[in-house]
């Protein structure tokens, strides 16, 4: 006669918690942690602790060179635009609300800035993509770049400490810099309330021209 084939019996659920709780619990897998983490700027505080603050460059100063790729890839140089007043403006990411609220007084102030011929350049430390994004969906018609490396930002001295819902970390501040023909820092805007900056920028820029 054949065998007689025990199939083992099923662990009920009852009995299937009891042995989980007996071994404790388990170690979260990494996709779960990662998944689980928190998706704060104070989160990424120890990363960033690696780019020093250093202090905001004053009005004199000689502005500090930089190299940097726009929203299309293409690298572009404060040296290009010596003989040229710039307007370099840090802002802490793209498509948030201040940001670009500043980015939009900025457009519909352009055709003045075009007028007194101003380069302008807006700098975070955001991608390439996300600056394209961000530049086609609110149709900026001036130069966005990239500092990922976070190089530049703290060279002036817009990289420093923040508070986000009662946490201090690092990142970008809201800082711009109005630069001469001569690369020297003409002024500079340590606070900036994004709705008016562009205006007075723009109100600045005519009283130093008209001073030169």
């Known amino acids: 006669m054949p065998k007689k084939i025990v199939r083992p019996k099923k662990e009920s659920r009852t009995q299937g918690r ?3 709780a007996e071994k404790g ?8 942690r990662k998944k689980n983490a928190p ?3 104070h989160s990424k505080v120890n990363a960033a602790i690696a780019f020093p603050e250093l202090p905001i460059p004053k009005a004199g100063d000689a502005a500090p060179e930089f190299s940097l790729p726009d929203q299309f890839g293409a690298v572009e140089s404060l040296v290009k635009q010596r003989g040229k007043w710039v307007l370099v403006y840090f802002y802490p990411k793209d498509d948030t609300p201040g940001c670009t609220k500043e980015a939009c007084m900025i457009r519909d102030g352009f055709p003045f800035f075009e007028k007194l011929d101003v380069t302008i350049f807006g700098i975070s430390v955001d991608s390439i993509a996300s600056h394209k994004k961000f530049a086609e969906k609110h149709r900026l018609p001036f130069t966005l770049l990239s500092d990922e490396k976070k190089e530049v930002v703290t060279a002036y001295g817009a990289w420093g400490k923040k508070k986000f819902m009662g946490h201090e970390y690092l990142g970008t ?4 810099f109005l630069i001469d023909p001569k690369a020297k820092i003409a002024k500079v805007y340590p606070k900036v309330d994004p709705a008016t900056h562009a205006d007075e920028v723009l109100s600045d ?3 130093l021209r008209r001073s030169a």
């Open 18 to 20: 009891k042995k989980a």
């Open 25 to 32: 619990p388990t170690a979260p897998k990494k996709d779960e």
């Open 39 to 41: 998706n704060t700027p």
């Open 173 to 176: 501040n809201r800082i711009s």
């Open 205 to 207: 820029l005519r009283g």
